[in-house]
């Protein structure tokens, strides 16, 4: 368990003081939405920067949007909170962030009180050497007219749980999961890329995924950008992801996480394709401020806040 502390409402407390009423509709009936935000330590520039964290704070807002709720804090506000969590507990190394607004009220229709807090936490990451094993899930993604992907709630997760838990009992790192129309939809928590015949793969924003932020960042700027390459943007048939040459994960918790087989059959030479090495490479330059463009993207969040 992390030993950082927990931004809540305005205060930093220890995390066994970060609590929620049993009876709220928050943990009664997972009310709330939430964003996994990071933040990365450049060493060359004493500076924590968190990455996009305007986009971060526009979707949670979508996400309120669509549950009906609202939080005060104003964007501002919002900067400032993570600043001073980060600020707060004297994080000098590469983070992971969940920004969680919530209904604090009983019932249904409660809509006030409303909260938000900020958790960070470390998070491992798998390196170049590394990489998933995965299966098609036999659990469908759930659609836009049930409980839509694009929102961002906890709710959402379940059917994330259901499929890894079933894909890790039956030897798999992690599940993919198809929509119900029968194509290639996303990981559990993260967007889902192939490489085919030499071009660079992802589900259409209507397939039932995440709008992930990470992989707009990867369609606007690393592979168009870095590597020369467009991506294409096109519904996917299952049997697509075995004669696939790389594949992998893609999302603000996931980063790049390459995918070496699917359903045991293995994917190229079952490595770490080339393709995604550099894909990989140019995301962490980017986030990081190694690649000094974009700086727009990244906010320094370390500096002095009164908390």
């Not at 009906?68 to 919002?78: A, C, I, L, P, Y």
Request: proline residues 5%; hydrophobic residues 40%; glycine residues 8%.
């Amino acid at each position: 368990m992390s030993d950082f502390k927990i931004w809540m409402n305005g205060r930093l407390v220890p995390q066994a003081e970060a609590v929620l009423p049993v009876n709220s509709a928050a943990v009664f009936y997972a009310t709330n939405v939430f964003e996994g935000l990071r933040a990365y330590w450049n060493e060359r520039d004493g500076e924590l920067y968190g990455f996009r964290l305007a986009d971060h704070f526009a979707r949670l807002r979508e996400s309120m949007k669509l549950m009906r709720f609202t939080v005060g804090q104003s964007d501002e506000q919002m900067f400032d909170a993570v600043r001073a969590v980060l600020a707060g507990n004297e994080v000098r190394e590469d983070v992971h962030l969940h920004m969680v607004a919530y209904v604090a009220a009983p019932g249904l229709d409660a809509t006030a009180p409303t909260g938000l807090y900020i958790n960070p936490r470390r998070r491992p990451r798998l390196t170049d050497k590394a990489g998933m094993a995965c299966c098609v899930s036999s659990w469908v993604r759930t659609s836009d007219n049930a409980i839509p992907i694009r929102l961002k709630c906890g709710a959402n997760y379940q059917n994330g749980r259901l499929a890894t838990l079933q894909a890790k009992a039956d030897g798999y790192d992690q599940p993919i999961f198809l929509n119900q129309r029968g194509k290639v939809a996303e990981g559990s928590g993260a967007t889902f890329f192939m490489v085919r015949k030499g071009r660079i793969v992802t589900p259409p924003v209507t397939s039932d995924i995440l709008e992930s932020i990470t992989r707009t960042t990867l369609m606007e700027y690393v592979c168009p950008e870095v590597l020369g390459m467009q991506v294409v943007e096109r519904e996917i048939d299952r049997t697509e992801l075995y004669t696939a040459e790389e594949a992998f994960f893609c999302g603000s918790g996931y980063e790049i996480t390459p995918i070496l087989s699917i359903d045991r059959f293995s994917l190229g030479r079952g490595e770490v394709g080339p393709l995604t090495k550099r894909i990989a490479q140019g995301y962490m330059d980017l986030v990081r401020g190694v690649d000094t463009r974009h700086p727009e993207w990244r906010t320094p969040t370390y500096r002095a806040v009164t908390v």
